[in-house]
T-cell receptor
Framework: AQTVTQSQPEMSVQEAETVTLSCTYD???????LFWYKQPPSRQMILVIR??????QNATENRFSVNFQKAAKSFSLKISDSQLGDAAMYFC????????????FGGGTRVLVKP | DTGVSQDPRHKITKRGQNVTFRCDPI?????LYWYRQTLGQGPEFLTY????????KSRLLSDRFSAERPKGSFSTLEIQRTEQGDSAMYLC????????????????FGPGTRLTVL
């Protein structure tokens, strides 16, 4: 079975500091996309960042960056200069190109931001 | 902002009743997805439409569940004879037609319908 594992149920970070969320996945496919989604409390899920597996360069989006290690099947998210609005559940997900369009999600990591 | 909308946002029903949820995708998005999210878990894929064709169904989608997208625009998800185990957030997402050179595989999610089965 293809799975996504987020080993940290909850992470706490001081405002303006940096936090890193871990994600590992298990697939035998070589062509896929990886995503981090953010789900604020009682609000809809929004895309934070995406990475194409064939690209070695790590994706960045403003304060958000990833560390993609394809051989290790690891896809961690770094949030720099954390802000109060970053408090949310963060989900790691992937989509296998040859297996349709469904996303397979991890169990999520709750990020708490302390002022 | 014409994002993905879902109706109703909350539904409380008694075990054994039928319920129907509606999803309106972003205009001109031809792909539509349904996911289920139980408390404290990540979303799980249920089914996927491309235009009006239902192209993929998860094993999670038992015969009590049916989804339609009759005109390739909005979609409905019906659960018959609801059970307490059906209590969850039902999420809808949409994505546009792939265009060469443009990453269009991003799925845009709606706010979800929270179902509580008593």
């Amino acid at each position: 079975a293809q799975t996504v594992t987020q080993s940290q149920p909850e992470m706490s970070v001081q405002e303006a500091e940096t936090v890193t969320l871990s994600c590992t996945y298990d697939t035998s496919e070589s062509d896929y996309y990886l995503f981090w989604y953010k789900q604020p409390p009682s609000r809809q899920m929004i895309l934070v960042i995406r990475q194409e597996a064939y690209k070695q360069q790590n994706a960045t989006e403003n304060r958000f960056s990833v560390n993609f290690q394809k051989a290790a099947k690891s896809f961690s998210l770094k949030i720099s200069d954390s802000q109060l609005g970053d408090a949310a559940m963060y989900f790691c997900a992937y989509r296998i190109k040859a297996a349709g369009n469904k996303l397979t999600f991890g169990g999520g990591t709750r990020v708490l931001v302390k002022p | 902002d014409t994002g993905v909308s879902q109706d109703p946002r909350h539904k409380i029903t008694k075990r054994g009743q039928n319920v129907t949820f509606r999803c309106d995708p972003i205009s001109e998005h031809n792909r539509l997805y349904w996911y289920r999210q139980t408390l404290g878990q990540g979303p799980e894929f249920l089914t996927y439409f491309q235009n009006e064709a239902q192209l993929e169904k998860s094993r999670l989608l038992s015969d009590r569940f049916s989804a339609e997208r009759p005109k390739g625009s909005f979609s409905t998800l019906e659960i018959q004879r609801t059970e307490q185990g059906d209590s969850a957030m039902y999420l809808c997402a949409s994505s546009p037609w792939p265009v060469a050179g443009i990453p269009t595989d991003t799925q845009y999610f709606g706010p979800g319908t929270r179902l509580t089965v008593l």
